[in-house]
C-alpha cells in the first residue's frame, strides 16, 4: 500500500464516529485518572453518584441506571464495600436483594471529588467556546438516548414518545 492509500485509509478511520466515540471515551477516562485515579475508577464514581440520589437501592436498578450489566454492578459495588465507600445490606423483605448505601467515608469522597471532576470537565473542553461545549453536549446526549435500546446494558427509565427507554428525556 502506497503512503497515499494509507494516509486515505487512516483519515477514514479518524472520521468514523464509532472511533472517535472511543477516543473520547479513552482520552475521558485518562483525565480521570488523572484527577481522582488514586480514590475510584470513573463507574465506581457514577455509583457513588448514584447512591446519593438513591439511597437504600438494590443492584438490579442501580445497574439500569448506571447503564451496566447486573454482574458487573454487583462487583463495583463490592469492591465499593471493600474501600468502606458503601454498605449492602440484605433486604428484609427479598432476602436476595441487596440494598446499597453509602457510607461517610463514601459521601467524604464525593465532596472531595468535586474539584476533581470540575479539573476535568474544565480539561475536556479546553479549547471549546461555551456554545460549542452546549452544542456538542446537547448532541452527545441526543446519540446516547436514541441509540440506548441498542446497547447490551440500556439505561433504565421512563419510555420515551419513540419508545426507547431512558432517563434523559
Known sequence: MTNEASDKVLADLYTQPGHLLRRAQQISASIFHDELGQFVTP???????????????????????????????????IRLEEKK??????????????E????????????HASDGIARLH??????????EEETFMVLLQKLVHINNFQSRAPLAGKKSST????VLG
Open 43 to 77: 463507574i465506581q464514581y457514577a455509583i457513588l453518584r448514584i447512591l446519593v440520589e438513591h439511597p437504600g437501592i438494590d443492584q438490579v436498578s442501580l445497574a439500569g441506571l448506571v447503564a451496566m450489566d447486573t454482574s458487573t454492578a454487583a462487583s463495583v459495588a
Open 85 to 98: 465507600l458503601l454498605v449492602r445490606h440484605t433486604d428484609p423483605a427479598n432476602r436476595r436483594q441487596r
Open 100 to 111: 446499597l448505601y453509602l457510607t461517610d467515608a463514601g459521601r467524604a469522597l464525593l465532596a
Open 122 to 131: 474544565d480539561r475536556l473542553f479546553e479549547g471549546f467556546s461555551a456554545e
Open 163 to 166: 419508545g426507547v427507554d431512558s
